[in-house]
């Protein structure tokens, strides 16, 4: 693994967490790219391979992600090993944080987030529920402001794993193929991992392999939340509710955040017009919009938690070894 390896300072403990430092104060200062975001080419990309390949089984939706995400991973590891192999260290350490800077979406989900709730705080509903369809799945035309409140919070402590937290617990092993991978797999299961007739058979290996991916960063995420907050409560949450949650890595991440805030979230809702049960997550008051601010708090306290925590691991890697 990655954080075990040192060659000219570029594959050391210290190094990794020196770059992730890095990625997330550009993150911080910077956001996302303004004229042209990767991620957003990548979209593109995957929906003309998706209607060149979908023919509604399993093994088209195989083929489709592999032609997605194999040869830009390929070509990431390549790049990071030829800037290895020639000693180019600081090629390499650019190349991760800047890898590493545009795959992780820290600020750019808290600032939708705020987008939300500078109308919600204002009484425009109309234009809150405009802000929140573009992180949510959900329709969103009747909400009210309960709805829009819980559906914000969902989402920031979902995606602070997605985002930010799966992409840098990647990074930490893999480096930027690591990252790069990782917010490929989650941006297709975004795409295709709908349960309806036309994604069911052909999105089945993206949003399985982005389970498999998102399991081990979701459950630290999970943790991180509940020592941030209430942790006797996120925990008691996390242990009864996540099981009953859709999603095997969003249960806990929400579930654990919601007891962690002392706020109850969820509820049942509409998705493409149909209406989906959903069980209630967390305990204490109905999440008002005064609770936004605090999921945001959380996300960013958790971000320079893992900061800390791997610049810590560094120097113990560097002492004991």
Same mark, same amino acid.
């Given at each position: 693994?990655?954080?075990?390896?040192?060659?000219?300072?570029?594959?050391?403990?210290?190094?990794?967490?020196?770059?992730?430092?890095?990625?997330?104060?550009?993150?911080?200062?910077?956001?996302e790219p303004k004229r042209f975001h990767p991620l957003i080419g990548f979209g593109y990309a995957v929906e003309k391979?998706?209607?060149?390949?979908?023919?509604?089984?399993?093994?088209?939706?195989?083929?489709?992600?592999?032609?997605?995400?194999?040869?830009?991973?390929?070509?990431?590891?390549?790049?990071?090993?030829?800037?290895?192999?020639?000693?180019?260290?600081?090629?390499?350490?650019?190349?991760?944080?800047?890898?590493?800077?545009?795959?992780?979406?820290?600020?750019?989900?808290?600032?939708?987030?705020?987008?939300?709730?500078?109308?919600?705080?204002?009484?425009?509903?109309?234009?809150?529920?405009?802000?929140?369809?573009?992180?949510?799945?959900?329709? %969103?035309?009747?909400?009210?402001? @309960?709805? +829009?409140?819980?559906?914000?919070?969902? /989402? !920031? &402590?979902?995606?602070g794993n997605d985002a930010i937290f799966g992409t840098l617990f990647w990074f930490a092993l893999l480096g930027a193929?690591?990252?790069?991978?990782?917010?490929?797999?989650?941006?297709?299961?975004?795409?295709?991992?709908?349960?309806?007739?036309?994604?069911?058979?052909?999105?089945?290996?993206?949003?399985?392999?982005?389970?498999?991916?998102?399991?081990?960063?979701?459950?630290?995420?999970?943790?991180?939340?509940?020592?941030?907050?209430?942790?006797?409560?996120?925990?008691?949450?996390?242990?009864?509710?996540?099981?009953?949650?859709?999603?095997?890595?969003?249960?806990?991440?929400?579930?654990?955040?919601?007891?962690?805030?002392?706020?109850?979230?969820?509820?049942?809702?509409?998705?493409?017009?149909?209406?989906?049960?959903?069980?209630?997550?967390?305990?204490?008051?109905?999440? %008002?919009?005064?609770?936004?601010? @605090?999921? +945001?708090?959380?996300?960013?306290?958790? /971000? !320079? &938690?893992?900061?800390?925590?791997?610049?810590?691991?560094?120097?113990?890697?560097?002492?004991l070894f």
């Amino acid at each position: 693994m990655m954080i075990f390896f040192d060659l000219n300072f570029g594959y050391s403990s210290l190094a990794i967490a020196l770059m992730m430092i890095a990625a997330l104060m550009l993150d911080h200062l910077l956001g996302e790219p303004k004229r042209f975001h990767p991620l957003i080419g990548f979209g593109y990309a995957v929906e003309k391979i998706e209607k060149l390949l979908n023919r509604a089984t399993k093994f088209s939706g195989l083929i489709a992600w592999i032609a997605a995400t194999v040869p830009l991973c390929l070509l990431s590891f390549w790049l990071q090993h030829t800037l290895l192999s020639m000693g180019n260290t600081l090629g390499f350490w650019l190349f991760n944080i800047v890898v590493l800077y545009i795959a992780i979406g820290q600020r750019s989900l808290l600032e939708h987030a705020q987008w939300i709730h500078q109308p919600l705080s204002q009484g425009d509903l109309d234009l809150a529920r405009e802000k929140v369809g573009w992180i949510v799945s959900r329709n %969103t035309e009747t909400m009210d402001q @309960r709805q +829009i409140t819980s559906s914000t919070i969902e /989402s !920031v &402590l979902e995606n602070g794993n997605d985002a930010i937290f799966g992409t840098l617990f990647w990074f930490a092993l893999l480096g930027a193929p690591g990252a790069l991978l990782f917010r490929l797999v989650n941006t297709l299961d975004a795409m295709w991992g709908y349960k309806n007739e036309r994604w069911l058979e052909f999105g089945y290996v993206a949003a399985k392999v982005d389970d498999v991916m998102g399991w081990a960063p979701a459950r630290l995420t999970a943790l991180s939340y509940s020592l941030l907050g209430n942790t006797k409560l996120a925990l008691k949450c996390w242990k009864e509710q996540a099981k009953h949650c859709s999603s095997p890595n969003g249960g806990p991440v929400m579930t654990s955040g919601a007891g962690a805030l002392q706020i109850i979230i969820g509820g049942d809702t509409y998705y493409h017009g149909k209406l989906v049960k959903k069980r209630p997550m967390g305990k204490g008051n109905i999440a %008002t919009l005064e609770d936004i601010p @605090r999921a +945001i708090s959380l996300v960013q306290k958790t /971000s !320079v &938690l893992w900061a800390i925590v791997m610049l810590l691991l560094s120097l113990l890697t560097l002492c004991l070894f």
